[in-house]
T-cell receptor, first 114, second 116 residues
Framework: GNSVTQMEGPVTLSEEAFLTINCTYTATGYPSLFWYVQYPGEGLQLLLKATKADDKGSNKGFEATYRKETTSFHLEKGSVQVSDSAVYFCALSDQGQAGTALIFGKGTTLSVSS | DGGITQSPKYLFRKEGQNVTLSCEQNLNHDAMYWYRQDPGQGLRLIYYSQIVNDFQKGDIAEGYSVSREKKESFPLTVTSAQKNPTAFYLC???????????????FGDGTRLSIL
């Protein structure tokens, strides 16, 4: 079956540090991949997405590249800010299977200090 | 502005009581979802609906029920059969389900349910 595995947190960084949050997936079909962010006490917001191999999604300085050969979709940001502190979720949608919902990883908590 | 509205933001339940969580969307989305979020466990799918008058069980449907009488609304009832209901509940919607393209989900701000 389909699944998503994220690196366990928490990830603790100083402001302006480089961020990588690892995400790998298994899928039987043709997945689209997503990163969501959740700020304290709120719902999830879509951060970026990629729909086919070698696509790069980007938003607000965050980037992730869909790597089919390594089944990965790692999230990166060159210089984090305190306001980036949140929980980040990797997710996949199997385009080859109609009627299926998104599958989420367990989330990675990021804490950025000034 | 279009979006998803969940109410109430906080809800308290007594032992043996059923409670209903509201979810309304004005995005004209066909698909809607309910998730449960517990610390360290990410999101777990309770129920989802692809279209009006149709819904499917997710991974943890026991102790929950839903209805989809209108496209805009997908209420979740937490029944007394759910023995550990304390959690953060998130409702979401999307244009469609997998197999139709890369449909991201849009989320409400959640309802936090606690047991008195």
């Amino acid at each position: 079956g389909n699944s998503v595995t994220q690196m366990e947190g928490p990830v603790t960084l100083s402001e302006e540090a480089f961020l990588t949050i690892n995400c790998t997936y298994t899928a039987t079909g043709y997945p689209s991949l997503f990163w969501y962010v959740q700020y304290p006490g709120e719902g999830l917001q879509l951060l970026l997405k990629a729909t086919k191999a070698d696509d790069k999604g980007s938003n607000k300085g965050f980037e992730a590249t869909y790597r089919k050969e390594t089944t990965s979709f790692h999230l990166e940001k060159g210089s984090v800010q305190v306001s980036d502190s949140a929980v980040y979720f990797c997710a996949l949608s199997d385009q080859g299977q109609a009627g299926t919902a998104l599958i989420f990883g367990k989330g990675t908590t990021l804490s950025v200090s000034s | 502005d279009g979006g998803i509205t969940q109410s109430p933001k906080y809800l308290f339940r007594k032992e043996g009581q059923n409670v209903t969580l509201s979810c309304e969307q004005n995005l004209n989305h066909d698909a809607m979802y309910w998730y449960r979020q517990d610390p360290g466990q990410g999101l777990r799918l309770i129920y989802y609906s692809q279209i009006v008058n149709d819904f499917q069980k997710g991974d943890i449907a026991e102790g929950y029920s839903v209805s989809r009488e209108k496209k805009e609304s997908f209420p979740l009832t937490v029944t007394s059969a759910q023995k550990n209901p304390t959690a953060f509940y998130l409702c979401a919607s999307s244009i469609g389900l997998g197999g139709q393209g890369a449909w991201p989900q849009h989320f409400g701000d959640g309802t936090r349910l606690s047991i008195l």
